[in-house]
């Protein structure tokens, strides 16, 4: 099994900053890629960032691109989202996940409890 546990929300206001943190343990081996998703309220769940793990190739969805800074320490096996400039439209509960299978925004089978970011106006 894999365990990810996310830390680095909090609030904020808009225009600032926030560094979320994910941390890896378990059997994290044969990694593909760590990705990070967000659910708003009312929303679904969104692809926001990833990481392919052993090539460190990077992948952000639009609305975060230029804003949001994903980077990986192998050897500490984590996982970072920096997130600068941020937006009221930010604001959800954030989710670390881990892919072992292949694909970079679906295939993810080990998910964080998530921390919540919110970004006030």
């Known amino acids: 099994q894999v365990q990810l546990v996310e830390s680095g929300g909090g609030l904020v206001q808009a225009g600032g900053s926030l560094r979320l943190s994910c941390a890896a343990s378990?059997?994290?081996?044969?990694?593909?890629?760590m990705g990070w998703f967000r659910q708003a309220p009312g929303k679904e769940r969104e692809f926001v960032a990833a990481i392919t793990w052993n090539g460190g190739r990077t992948y952000y969805a639009d609305s975060v691109k230029g804003r949001f800074t994903i980077s990986r320490d192998n050897a500490k096996n984590t996982v970072y989202l920096q997130m600068n400039s941020l937006k009221p439209e930010d604001t959800a509960v954030y989710y670390c996940?881990?892919?072992?299978?292949?694909?970079?925004?679906?295939?993810?089978?080990?998910w964080g409890r998530g921390t919540q970011v919110t970004v006030s106006s």
């Open positions: 996940a881990l892919n072992k299978i292949g694909g970079i925004r679906i295939n993810y089978d080990y």
């Open positions: 378990g059997s994290i081996f044969s990694i593909n890629a």
